[in-house]
């Protein structure tokens, strides 16, 4: 009896000590790891620009824009934008419960958009602007072989037709040198730029991943010995970009009808 | 048995502690512990060189904690009190990378947590740490995670070399090379580190027929 005492009471003083010490770094070092995830979330972002974005600072050249599920403005970052007006909308989105809690825009994520009813999700936008010129970039989330994939996608409005300039792949555990080029190869990440989203009817097509593309308006070459991945990336690039066509059109009214 | 001999802060013996694992205890390729982790993290030199550092700090304090603590220790619950101290240690390791090296924290992502599961730490606490003194395990920790990160480290140069044409990122290779997509993927290391064995074996005559 003594001996079983002596053996709960080691017991519970060694984990009071470790929980102590492991809650005292965790206070100390988690708002410097929650700076870092940020700001490797903005230059990941902003990577997606074709020039690799180098020059920007997100928080000077980017506006946030949240769309809600039927792709409807439902929030729009302006120059006189001021906290109770982001407030109002944290709030909403936080009242939908599952352990959400924004509180800065640029925390609106897929990942946690998520884990709602696909009615329920907003959609962040990223409108960069420099000289004048605005580039929108949206983001997709998808499957990838082992784990989630996601990307941003910048496109510019030409003559009314939407293209890709430029995108940046991120996966969370896709095979180094296979899946994991999605992010890594510049060539494959290349191929995307001056890619239409729309076809010559106007009708929506997006930029496919195939084995051999045919069509080099919208079709790019798939990395091959990585197909789940390449699959992943084309239903992906499908599916992330429709969510975003109702904004974009009304950016652009000509985008249909244009030949 | 060790802690019977005489004791200096940095004498023959305790060089023999930090050496030893190197080449003719290497954990790797003798003691074939933490070989998943070898196959797994190889793949690019600089993830390598964390996980290394990683894992020499976590053998080493849990080591020197562990001997610390090894009177005190009941033996019926020795095991869960060494998981409890290498748990709290990597649980530190995650947040110190997460804070100050954090494109390593994302490349090395789930092998942080993993070198919980890491054979050597707990094969040195239980064969070390449990019997020696304090300043003696910590070397021997350290040694351990040297001769770990060595392997690592040679696997990893020549895995980046051949399978990516780069070293730490940069390009070191021509463009007329194509690189080896087969030395990225996990099972070039299992044949790496067969090589790297039988080179050692050659080698070292010593490790012959000890197994």
Same mark, same amino acid.
């Given at each position: ?7 709960? !009471? ?21 708002? #410097?790891?929650?700076?870092? $995830? ?11 620009? @074709? ?37 109002? !909308? ?21 990942? !946690? ?23 929108? #970039? ?34 969370? @555990?896709?095979?180094?040198? !296979? ?15 001056? $890619?239409? #989203? ?13 084995? @051999? ?12 010995? @990585? ?33 | ?19 030893? &694992?190197?080449?003719?205890?290497? &954990? ?18 600089? &993830? ?20 610390? *603590? ?6 019926? %619950? ?5 998981? *409890? %101290? ?87 290779? &021509? ?17 790496? =580190? ?13 490790? =012959?027929?000890?197994?």
């Amino acid at each position: 009896m003594q001996k079983d005492l002596k053996i709960y !009471l080691y017991v519970l003083v060694m984990t009071g000590v470790t929980a102590l010490v492991l809650s005292f770094l965790y206070n100390v070092l988690d708002p #410097i790891q929650a700076k870092n $995830k940020e700001d490797a979330k903005k230059k990941s972002i902003l990577s997606a620009l @074709a020039d690799g974005g180098k020059d920007l600072n997100f928080d000077k050249n980017v506006k946030v824009v949240v769309l809600d599920a039927q792709g409807k403005v439902k929030f729009e970052q302006k120059e006189d934008s001021k906290q109770e007006d982001t407030d109002k !909308l944290f709030v909403e989105l936080n009242k939908r419960g599952e352990g959400v809690k924004y509180s800065k825009l640029i925390d609106i994520d897929l990942s !946690l958009e998520e884990k709602f009813p696909q009615e329920q999700r907003v959609y962040p936008v990223y409108v960069v602007e420099r000289n004048k010129v605005k580039t929108t #970039i949206v983001v997709v989330r998808g499957n990838g072989l082992w784990d989630k994939i996601w990307g941003y996608i910048s496109l510019d409005n030409k003559d009314g037709k939407w293209a890709v300039t430029g995108v940046n792949f991120e996966h969370k @555990a896709e095979t180094p040198g !296979l899946g994991a080029e999605i992010k890594d190869s510049k060539d494959f990440k290349d191929q995307f730029k001056g $890619k239409q #989203i729309y076809d010559n009817d106007g009708k929506y097509v997006s930029v496919t991943v195939v084995k @051999a593309p045919k069509n080099k308006d919208w079709e790019v070459k798939s990395i091959s010995g @990585a197909t789940v991945t390449s699959v992943g990336v084309s239903e992906m690039m499908i599916r992330g970009i429709s969510y975003y066509l109702p904004y974009l059109e009304s950016m652009s009214p000509k985008a249909v009808s244009s030949k | 048995m060790a802690t019977e001999t005489k004791d200096s802060v940095l004498g023959k013996k305790e060089l023999k502690l930090l050496t030893d &694992p190197i080449d003719d205890n290497n &954990p790797v390729t003798v003691q074939i512990l933490g070989v998943c982790s070898a196959l797994a993290v190889t793949s690019q030199v600089y &993830p390598a060189l964390i996980m290394a550092v990683g894992v020499t700090l976590v053998t080493a304090f849990s080591n020197l904690v562990t001997s610390m *603590l090894r009177k005190t220790i009941p033996s019926s %619950i020795r095991m869960i009190i060494q998981l *409890l %101290i290498v748990a709290a240690l990597v649980q530190v390791v995650e947040m110190l990378l997460g804070a100050f090296a954090y494109s390593a924290y994302e490349m090395l992502s789930v092998f942080v947590g993993l070198i919980i599961t890491n054979c050597i730490v707990m094969g040195r606490l239980e064969a070390y740490a449990m019997a020696n003194k304090p300043w003696q395990s910590f070397l021997d920790g350290i040694g351990n995670g040297l001769g770990y990160g060595f392997i690592l480290i040679i696997m990893a140069v020549i895995r980046e070399i051949t399978g990516k044409g780069s070293f730490m990122g940069w390009k070191v290779l &021509p463009e007329w090379y194509v690189p080896n997509n087969l030395m990225v993927l996990p099972c070039a290391s299992l044949f790496l =580190i067969g090589v790297i064995i039988w080179i050692q074996r050659g080698r070292n005559r010593k490790l =012959i027929d000890v197994s």
